[in-house]
């Protein structure tokens, strides 16, 4: 059999797009990993986090026409990343409070709602990019993220560094912030998030996700995290890495007064496969190192860990899913005390650092924002960055910011614009040990027009929570979910206060309801008396008479109908006398 020259070409080209093709999937990994960390307050902390780790450039990635091969990697998100010229992105998708006093610190800090920043390429219109690449993730995850606009969108200068490798220069100018305090988060979330996963939720963890259970939990947040991924420790070779992580808080039931639980508890099931494609799939438990003898875990672990991170050492329970599942076996770690749950109550480890914000004053014209920040380290003076975003109906005066029990140490604020953009308070402060620093800002309701209240106005309007940072050498709160953080000396923290809600000067919005109801009733009543008079036909109405006139009348008529009755008999005999006559 002969080729021509033109088929050899084409075959040659094919060949070489699959060696491309292999090359790139050999520069492809998964891993996948369940924490379980067991809570003060008896609930359980259940954090997945899949990782995929491509061994590309992030300025290849970029460039078009030079991917065309995506194996694990979600293409939908490649695709938004490449035409956006994104450097790094993180969106959550968070329902419900995270209790950091009787908790701890979480996995990771975020707000209720949604939370959306995005660092960009050097070099990249940023604000024509921007919107949309908040549409593209909007439709990706079947969320409300195209709400987003230049009102609720802001710069941070300091604050929001980038978690992994840095490209070209690094400026502010290049980011870009957002927050929905209000964006629920459902089953409509969840099932295109988990289609982004290489085995979906078919095998491996993912099999796990029961939208029953998460979403009768008190907290969820689903994550996704782009970032470039240093290789060496130089960071001399860089890669991408596309995490998306899942963190629910579970209350198990109990039995008899003991502490009892297990997957088929949390999840509804046991883990019967893991993804064929992860290179790696681990299940780690953290009891707590005073508590860890106080549990029983069956089966018992394939290893175990012992991670010191920021002066504070945990014991880690390590399950190896690719040795524990197999083809006729299933997985099912159960978790039981060895003494009553009431051994367990008590008032847990305060945090280092706490932080809360509510609203005062009273009324529709004036009020003010309270923000406390509480150092609970007895001799270490922490350096924290807060920043605040204040939507632009609110009208912060600046000149009424005070700060007591501690010092600022750099200050900046960006004043709002109607309709166009938010407050913006950056502050640095130095908090002395065993403080609690106040902030307090008063501000005044403006007034919208009837077209700019949504359809449950007086619900009220949201205020985005406040984001402190700090980098803590001692954190015996955190939650390390990894065993790869051993000796590490100091931890990067940030933390969220809760979403205020703020109450404006509300229309009655039942007006033009009485307005078309009155109208209405006019023109009925009007119309309806003008058309009578119109087209009825009018005749003169008879004079009344008195009642004695209408007997006589009455009696006039009987006397007049019986004459005429007897002249009709008479003529009637008449006629018959005739007609006999004639016979």
């Not at 009273?362 to 975003?389: C, D, F, K, Q, W």
Request: charged share 15%; proline share 7%.
């Amino acid at each position: 059999m002969r080729f021509s020259s033109s088929s050899a070409i084409v075959f040659l080209c094919l060949c070489g797009l699959l060696a491309a093709a292999k090359k790139q999937e050999r520069g492809q990994d998964f891993t996948e990993l369940l924490f379980l960390k067991h809570l003060p307050d008896g609930r359980v902390l259940a954090s997945f986090e899949f990782a995929t780790t491509w061994d590309i450039h992030p300025l290849t990635f970029t460039q078009p026409r030079t991917v065309w091969h995506y194996d694990m990697f979600p293409r939908s998100l490649a695709e938004v990343i490449a035409h956006y010229h994104v450097q790094e992105l993180h969106l959550t998708l968070t329902q419900g409070k995270w209790r950091t006093r009787m908790w701890g610190y979480p996995p990771q800090s975020v707000p209720p709602g949604a939370e959306f920043w995005t660092w960009f390429l050097p070099g990249t219109d940023v604000d024509s990019k921007w919107p949309g690449l908040v549409n593209a993730m909007s439709g990706l995850l079947c969320s409300h993220l195209n709400a987003i606009d230049s009102t609720s969108t802001y710069q941070p200068l300091q604050s929001f560094k980038p978690h992994g490798a840095i490209i070209g220069n690094l400026s502010s100018a290049s980011l870009r912030y957002a927050a929905l305090p209000r964006e629920t988060v459902c089953t409509e979330n969840l099932t295109p998030w988990a289609k982004l996963l290489p085995c979906g939720s078919t095998a491996g963890l993912g099999s796990l996700f029961s939208a029953r259970q998460l979403y009768n939990s008190d907290f969820h947040s689903l994550g996704l995290h782009f970032t470039p991924h240093c290789k060496t420790a130089d960071c001399s070779a860089v890669a991408v890495r596309f995490l998306q992580t899942l963190s629910i808080v579970l209350k198990p039931p109990t039995s008899k007064g003991f502490i009892e639980w297990s997957l088929v508890t949390l999840f509804s099931g046991p883990l019967t496969s893991v993804c064929p494609l992860a290179s790696e799939s681990r299940v780690i438990v953290d009891m707590g190192l005073p508590q860890a003898t106080l549990f029983t875990l069956s089966p018992p672990p394939t290893s175990v860990s012992h991670v010191t991170t920021a002066g504070s050492e945990r014991e880690l329970s390590v399950y190896d899913l690719q040795s524990v599942v197999g083809r006729n076996r299933k997985f099912n770690l159960a978790v039981k005390s060895t003494v009553t749950a009431d051994a367990f109550q008590g008032m847990p480890v305060p945090p280092v650092l706490d932080v809360q914000s509510f609203l005062t004053g009273s009324g529709h014209e004036g009020g003010g924002l309270h923000t406390t920040i509480t150092n609970s380290h007895p001799t270490a003076e922490l350096r924290v960055l807060y920043l605040s975003m204040v939507p632009w109906f609110t009208r912060v005066y600046i000149h009424s910011l005070q700060v007591s029990s501690g010092s600022v140490l750099w200050q900046h604020y960006t004043p709002a614009r109607d309709r166009a953009r938010p407050h913006t308070l950056e502050l640095l402060l130095s908090l002395p040990p065993l403080s609690t620093c106040t902030l307090t800002l008063q501000f005044s309701r403006a007034f919208l027009t009837w077209t700019e209240h949504p359809p449950d106005a007086h619900h009220g309007f949201y205020i985005n929570s406040a984001v402190l940072t700090t980098v803590l050498s001692e954190c015996p709160n955190c939650t390390i979910t990894s065993t790869g953080t051993d000796q590490q000396k100091e931890i990067v923290l940030r933390l969220h206060t809760e979403p205020l809600l703020v109450s404006l000067p509300t229309p009655d919005f039942s007006m033009p309801y009485n307005v078309i109801c009155f109208v209405c009733t006019v023109i009925a009543i009007g119309f309806g008396s003008i058309f009578n008079l119109t087209t009825r036909t009018l005749q003169p109405a008879s004079k009344t008479q008195g009642l004695v006139a209408r007997l006589f009348g009455h009696l006039r008529r009987t006397k007049k109908d019986s004459a005429t009755e007897e002249s009709s008999s008479i003529a009637e005999s008449s006629s018959v006398a005739e007609d006999r006559s004639e016979s």
